[in-house]
């Protein structure tokens, strides 16, 4: 249960709010999250399809709708990925997803305490996360579908770029404060001053 909870960036909220127009910033806390090592095609097809999400591809990210609603993979390495869902369906994906598993070598791990994850949204996103970010971040090097683990003002991130105009930052919930300070002074260029 997640209501008696308090989320990494509550302190956070009217501060990150004041950063509209220029970026909408919004907290997605307690999702559910869960990092899945595995390498044999088959087993990676079976969690696919018992997830009702394909696993994507290097350095993308897959959506979809399945049994536990809106679900993402992400790919965070050769033989690694997160499975992200709505908050309090860990134990249920995690049940699911070791069932196709099967005999397969591999590993499935709750993770959801790990990080908090923060929508960003409007025109300036892409040019506020080049501030401390060295992917490059141009619409034809990193198109919607994007994900990448990377470093983000000395922050360990998950990067996904959602469209041209929205990313999502998945950052350990023990650094979302500096993120929310670095997020704030990246914009203020952007801010309007009366």
């Known amino acids: 249960m997640t209501a008696d909870l308090v989320s990494p960036l509550t302190a956070w909220t009217s501060r990150l709010a004041a950063l509209a ?3 909408s910033v919004a907290e997605l806390p307690f999702r559910s999250q869960l990092t899945v090592r ?3 095609p088959e087993a990676i097809a079976a969690m696919g399809e018992a997830l009702g999400v394909a696993f994507p591809a290097a350095c993308t990210f897959t959506s979809g709708t399945g049994p536990f609603g809106a ?3 992400l790919w965070l390495g050769p033989d690694e990925f997160l499975v992200v869902a709505p908050p309090g369906h860990q ?3 995690e049940e699911v997803v070791r069932g196709a598993l099967g005999t397969s070598r591999g590993s499935v791990v709750d993770t959801s ?3 908090t994850t923060v929508a960003l949204e409007g025109p300036r996103v892409r040019d506020v996360l080049a501030h401390g970010c060295s992917v490059d971040l141009h619409p034809s090097s990193a198109p919607a579908g994007t994900c990448v683990q990377t470093l983000l003002a000395r922050t360990g991130i998950v990067l996904q770029v959602n469209g041209d105009d929205r990313c999502t930052v998945l950052v350990r919930s023990s650094f979302a404060g500096y993120f929310a300070a670095w997020l704030a002074d990246a914009c203020t260029e952007y801010l ?3």
Do not use: T
């Open 21 to 23: 127009p220029a970026l």
């Open 71 to 73: 679900v993402e993979v």
């Open 192 to 194: 309007e001053v009366p």
């Open 38 to 40: 595995v390498s044999a």
């Open 91 to 93: 134990v249920a994906i």
């Open 113 to 115: 305490a790990q990080r």
